[in-house]
């Protein structure tokens, strides 16, 4: 089992990082529609987008409706992208330790 626990945690680790690079970019994405610096009109930005904005909604729903109203200030991919980068330490850690 001790390889495998290796193995998996690394993938573990390799998915969240590859999680997070893409959360970014839908964060970067968010801020360049809302402030028009690129608009949706644009078929390559709607395909990018819709792709991300639907992997990561049912993601972000639970947060949004936990944290309470900012008026028109959305903090829950930041709050995700804090649990996947302090909280994978803590999970690959685990899985090592079944090695």
């Known amino acids: 089992m001790g ?16 999680i997070s690079f893409l959360l970014f970019i ?20 709607s395909i990018i987008y819709g792709s991300l904005y639907k992997l990561f909604e049912p993601m972000l ?7 309470p109203d900012l008026g028109g200030l959305d903090l829950s991919p930041i709050v995700i992208w804090f ?5 994978t330490p803590f999970i690959t850690t685990a899985i090592r330790g079944l090695a």
């Open 83 to 87: 649990l996947l980068q302090y909280g």
């Open 3 to 18: 390889d495998y626990a290796y193995l998996l945690a690394n993938m573990v680790a390799g998915l969240a990082n590859l």
């Open 61 to 67: 729903r639970p947060i949004r409706n936990i944290m």
């Open 26 to 45: 839908y964060i970067i994405f968010s801020l360049l529609i809302s402030f028009n610096v690129i608009n949706t009109y644009n078929q390559f930005v």
